[in-house]
């Protein structure tokens, strides 16, 4: 991105007023720009922008060399004196109801003369911090006129005094000045190839390139994290409901950490360090202190088969390991490294309470830009390696997925700007930490934004869940539709009201247990999309944003049966799922993502990090999906065989092989078994075998155990077919077997 020049026109305003603003927004905003090239240097050119601000024209006219003509809303002008001034004074062009006819002709009359003319096609500033629907008239207007579209996409000033971040504008703490703004020109669309479809698709990525500037994405995780606890000591960070309540602030935490991250930097030699624990303050402590003395934290998954544990044992080269001795005698099957230390005498033997005491000392009187130096954290972390997570492949072996500080800096940030985790929130944590959503968004998030989190060891345990939700009054919180179901028996409407938002993901969203949450408990469920490579969240759902002025149109943050709107700095793309080629997004393909939180290769493993990523660095998901006219996104399916049960990915194709090996079957002859995921009103969708041989389920689950495969993994549906669909290539039929699943289960 190439900075700014200072001698660009103040655009239209006159000369004696434009030069003095020009200057003092230079103050006020700090602008890069990229495609700069693409804007046509003479004749008349339609620039369509998102609109994220009061400010955006300031903005985009500082990144314009040209003067540029802007497109306002007439509604409120004619609401607002002072909107009548800037109005014209600008010369701005009013469009609306009672203005269509005189805002169209004016417009027209600009382009055709060789002006520079920008609409905000949104029809408003945007109240949730995502590109809105695009409203039709600027593809018109360009035909009309004879003139290229070029897309315009800005990313930095969402969060300001002049957005509606936080609900409200101006009514809210300046940003320190200058505020980094970047704007990424697009290349200009001809009338003729004009669509609402590549026009969005145009913006989105135009978005994201300029999201890719921010300064935050280079900086350090762990540095960021002290900096943010330490500006917060007395506050109650983490209410730990492990055993007794215990709360433990944002200095205690540090403290802790700090101490134990020189322990840990001086006794363990290793890159990688393994942890086992629980949602809770033991959890957060262990992996902010790992990060801090310079080394990876692995959050390992304890509840997989030994094989499995093994494997990310192995490709993570972890060789020690931090958990407690209680967790050691509850999962004996466990491959615990020699080198296993618990986290109690870790404590001990990084000083005990005389030297938390010192850093809590440190961390109260020192100001907070002092304590990363005192724990020798760089500044810059950028690409670097900062998290290992672990998802299953194809194959059954996990894929080990390297998260960068840019990473899950980026999805803190993405997350950050919605509305669904403000730091006045209360957060019930119950997600394990392995779990990518548990990782980023109830552990490094809570430590990144200040919300308040409420840790409960299991999602299982729904008892102990909605004990904590009453007991803490929490706000909010983010678990998958098979650990919320139980809540419909258990939970009394009473002890979920302090409640105002369930987040989902991980599985499908039943239409009837959403609408049995808002019969019962009077709460809406927003369901969302994430995966482990992206961080993991990528879509929201969120509450329809309120209208805070009496000039604001409706606008809507949520649609039913969908994930919500993409993040703001991602992209997406549909693409053929046999041919490869780039559909439209409003098609059905496969759903491909790029971004600043979306990792850059699985651990050790080229062949399938290769597979995984299209030219031009877009990850390709494996999910079917499309997006409506406004942006919503609807997964339709899954191309790779896998079913997510228990918010868990089993993949079918090992379950079929392991039952292949435990029978003796000649894989050579005839296929014999198919596993097929067909849906299931509790979990989302259950495995299904189909098979030609006489065996029981209880045959399945003995064999299935035997073979070290985890109890979620194993069929409880054994159907009995004549044949297994094939295709001529001797390949399963995959259609075909899942619609003989369905039509057979049922009498199974």
């Given at each position: 991105?190439?900075?700014?020049?200072?001698?660009?026109?103040?655009?239209?305003?006159?000369?004696?007023?434009?030069?003095?603003?020009?200057?003092?927004?230079?103050?006020?905003?700090?602008?890069?720009?990229?495609?700069?090239?693409?804007?046509?240097?003479?004749?008349?050119?339609?620039?369509?922008?998102?609109?994220?601000?009061?400010?955006?024209?300031?903005?985009?006219?500082?990144?314009?060399?040209?003067?540029?003509?802007?497109?306002?809303?007439?509604?409120?002008?004619?609401?607002?004196?002072?909107?009548?001034?800037?109005?014209?004074?600008?010369?701005?062009?009013?469009?609306?109801?009672?203005?269509?006819?005189?805002?169209?002709?004016?417009?027209?009359?600009?382009?055709?003369?060789?002006?520079?003319?920008?609409?905000?096609?949104?029809?408003?500033?945007?109240?949730?911090?995502?590109?809105?629907?695009?409203?039709?008239?600027?593809?018109?207007?360009?035909?009309?006129?004879?003139?290229?579209?070029?897309?315009?996409?800005?990313?930095?000033?969402?969060?300001?005094?002049?957005?509606?971040?936080?609900?409200?504008?101006?009514?809210?703490?300046?940003?320190?000045?200058?505020?980094?703004?970047?704007?990424?020109?697009?290349?200009?669309?001809?009338?003729?190839?004009?669509?609402?479809?590549?026009?969005?698709?145009?913006?989105?990525?135009?978005?994201?390139?300029?999201?890719?500037?921010?300064?935050?994405?280079?900086?350090?995780?762990?540095?960021?994290?002290?900096?943010?606890?330490?500006?917060?000591?007395?506050?109650?960070?983490?209410?730990?409901?492990?055993?007794?309540?215990?709360?433990?602030?944002?200095?205690?935490?540090?403290?802790?950490?700090?101490?134990?991250?020189?322990?840990?930097?001086?006794?363990?030699?290793?890159?990688?360090?393994?942890?086992?624990?629980?949602?809770?303050?033991?959890?957060?402590?262990?992996?902010?202190?790992?990060?801090?003395?310079?080394?990876?934290?692995?959050?390992?998954?304890?509840?997989?088969?030994?094989?499995?544990?093994?494997?990310?044992?192995?490709?993570?080269?972890?060789?020690?390991?931090?958990?407690?001795?209680?967790?050691?005698?509850?999962?004996?099957?466990?491959?615990?490294?020699?080198?296993?230390?618990?986290?109690?005498?870790?404590?001990?033997?990084?000083?005990?309470?005389?030297?938390?005491?010192?850093?809590?000392?440190?961390?109260?009187?020192?100001?907070?830009?002092?304590?990363?130096?005192?724990?020798?954290?760089?500044?810059?972390?950028?690409?670097?390696e900062v998290s290992l997570l672990f998802t299953s492949g194809s194959s059954g072996e996990p894929k080990g997925v390297p998260l960068t500080h840019r990473n899950i800096l980026a999805n803190c940030s993405q997350i950050s700007s919605l509305a669904i985790l403000p730091d006045s929130a209360t957060l019930i944590a119950c997600l394990p930490v392995f779990h990518?959503?548990?990782?980023?968004?109830?552990?490094?998030?809570?430590?990144?934004?200040?919300?308040?989190?409420?840790?409960?060891?299991?999602?299982?345990?729904?008892?102990?869940?909605?004990?904590?939700?009453?007991?803490?009054?929490?706000?909010?919180?983010?678990?998958?539709?098979?650990?919320?179901?139980?809540?419909?028996?258990?939970?009394?409407?009473?002890?979920?009201?302090?409640?105002?938002?369930?987040?989902?993901?991980?599985?499908?969203?039943?239409?009837?247990?959403?609408?049995?949450?808002?019969?019962?408990?009077?709460?809406?469920?927003?369901?969302?999309?994430?995966?482990?490579?992206?961080?993991?969240?990528?879509?929201?759902?969120?509450?329809?944003?309120?209208?805070?002025?009496?000039?604001?149109?409706?606008?809507?943050?949520?649609?039913?049966?969908?994930?919500?709107?993409?993040?703001?700095?991602?992209?997406?793309?549909?693409?053929h799922p046999e041919t490869g080629e780039i559909l439209p997004l409003t098609s059905t393909g496969i759903l491909c993502l790029r971004g600043s939180n979306i990792f850059g290769q699985y651990l050790c493993d080229e062949e399938k990090t290769k597979a995984a990523f299209l030219p031009g660095g877009w990850f390709y998901t494996g999910d079917l999906a499309r997006?409506?006219?406004?942006?919503?996104?609807?997964?339709?399916?899954?191309?790779?065989?896998?079913?997510?049960?228990?918010?868990?990915?089993?993949?079918?194709?090992?379950?079929?092989?392991?039952?292949?090996?435990?029978?003796?079957?000649?894989?050579?002859?005839?296929?014999?078994?198919?596993?097929?995921?067909?849906?299931?009103?509790?979990?989302?969708?259950?495995?299904?075998?189909?098979?030609?041989?006489?065996?029981?389920?209880?045959?399945?689950?003995?064999?299935?155990?035997?073979?070290?495969?985890?109890?979620?993994?194993?069929?409880?549906?054994?159907?009995?077919?004549?044949?297994?669909?094939?295709?001529?290539?001797?390949?399963?039929?995959?259609?075909?077997?899942?619609?003989?699943?369905?039509?057979?289960?049922?009498?199974?």
């Amino acid at each position: 991105m190439a900075k700014l020049s200072r001698t660009r026109s103040a655009g239209l305003l006159p000369r004696w007023l434009g030069r003095p603003l020009s200057w003092i927004a230079r103050l006020l905003y700090n602008v890069s720009t990229s495609g700069l090239e693409n804007l046509p240097e003479r004749g008349g050119v339609l620039l369509v922008a998102n609109h994220m601000s009061y400010v955006d024209g300031v903005v985009l006219q500082l990144a314009c060399p040209r003067p540029v003509r802007f497109v306002g809303d007439d509604d409120y002008r004619r609401s607002h004196w002072f909107a009548r001034r800037i109005f014209r004074l600008t010369g701005t062009i009013p469009l609306g109801p009672r203005s269509t006819l005189s805002g169209t002709r004016r417009i027209l009359a600009a382009l055709q003369a060789g002006e520079v003319v920008c609409m905000f096609p949104e029809g408003g500033i945007s109240r949730t911090g995502q590109l809105m629907d695009l409203r039709p008239g600027y593809d018109w207007l360009a035909h009309r006129a004879g003139v290229p579209v070029l897309p315009v996409g800005h990313d930095g000033l969402w969060g300001s005094v002049f957005s509606f971040a936080g609900k409200k504008y101006l009514w809210k703490s300046p940003r320190l000045m200058p505020t980094s703004v970047f704007v990424a020109f697009g290349q200009p669309i001809p009338p003729e190839k004009l669509d609402a479809t590549n026009v969005r698709q145009a913006l989105l990525d135009l978005i994201q390139q300029a999201f890719e500037g921010r300064p935050l994405l280079r900086r350090n995780l762990a540095r960021e994290a002290v900096r943010a606890l330490a500006k917060r000591p007395w506050r109650v960070e983490i209410v730990d409901r492990t055993s007794d309540r215990r709360e433990v602030r944002a200095g205690q935490l540090l403290a802790v950490a700090a101490a134990l991250s020189r322990h840990i930097r001086k006794t363990i030699p290793d890159r990688r360090v393994g942890i086992v624990l629980p949602p809770g303050a033991g959890a957060t402590i262990a992996n902010l202190a790992v990060a801090c003395a310079g080394k990876i934290p692995v959050n390992l998954n304890f509840t997989v088969g030994r094989a499995a544990q093994e494997a990310c044992l192995r490709i993570g080269e972890v060789r020690t390991v931090i958990s407690a001795e209680i967790l050691k005698t509850k999962f004996s099957d466990f491959p615990w490294p020699a080198d296993t230390r618990d986290m109690t005498s870790l404590v001990a033997a990084a000083g005990g309470k005389p030297a938390i005491i010192r850093w809590l000392v440190a961390v109260w009187l020192l100001p907070n830009q002092w304590l990363p130096a005192l724990l020798g954290l760089p500044k810059v972390g950028d690409r670097e390696e900062v998290s290992l997570l672990f998802t299953s492949g194809s194959s059954g072996e996990p894929k080990g997925v390297p998260l960068t500080h840019r990473n899950i800096l980026a999805n803190c940030s993405q997350i950050s700007s919605l509305a669904i985790l403000p730091d006045s929130a209360t957060l019930i944590a119950c997600l394990p930490v392995f779990h990518s959503f548990g990782c980023t968004v109830t552990l490094w998030y809570p430590m990144l934004r200040g919300c308040r989190v409420v840790t409960v060891p299991s999602p299982l345990d729904s008892r102990k869940i909605i004990d904590a939700i009453r007991d803490e009054r929490a706000s909010v919180m983010i678990s998958t539709p098979t650990f919320m179901r139980p809540f419909l028996k258990k939970a009394e409407p009473a002890e979920l009201k302090t409640m105002e938002l369930l987040v989902t993901g991980s599985e499908k969203l039943p239409m009837e247990l959403y609408e049995a949450f808002r019969e019962r408990f009077n709460i809406e469920i927003m369901q969302g999309y994430g995966i482990t490579e992206a961080s993991p969240v990528t879509n929201i759902n969120q509450p329809n944003p309120p209208i805070v002025t009496r000039s604001a149109k409706v606008q809507v943050g949520k649609s039913t049966g969908s994930v919500g709107r993409l993040l703001p700095g991602l992209s997406a793309r549909i693409v053929h799922p046999e041919t490869g080629e780039i559909l439209p997004l409003t098609s059905t393909g496969i759903l491909c993502l790029r971004g600043s939180n979306i990792f850059g290769q699985y651990l050790c493993d080229e062949e399938k990090t290769k597979a995984a990523f299209l030219p031009g660095g877009w990850f390709y998901t494996g999910d079917l999906a499309r997006f409506d006219s406004a942006g919503f996104l609807y997964i339709e399916g899954r191309l790779s065989r896998f079913s997510k049960i228990g918010g868990e990915m089993v993949p079918h194709g090992t379950v079929e092989q392991c039952l292949n090996d435990a029978f003796a079957w000649d894989p050579s002859e005839a296929p014999k078994v198919a596993v097929v995921g067909v849906p299931d009103a509790t979990k989302g969708e259950q495995l299904v075998v189909l098979t030609t041989e006489k065996i029981t389920p209880s045959d399945v689950r003995e064999r299935l155990l035997a073979a070290g495969l985890p109890a979620l993994w194993v069929p409880k549906v054994v159907c009995h077919v004549a044949h297994i669909p094939v295709l001529g290539s001797g390949k399963l039929d995959l259609r075909a077997c899942k619609l003989l699943a369905i039509g057979v289960a049922d009498s199974c």
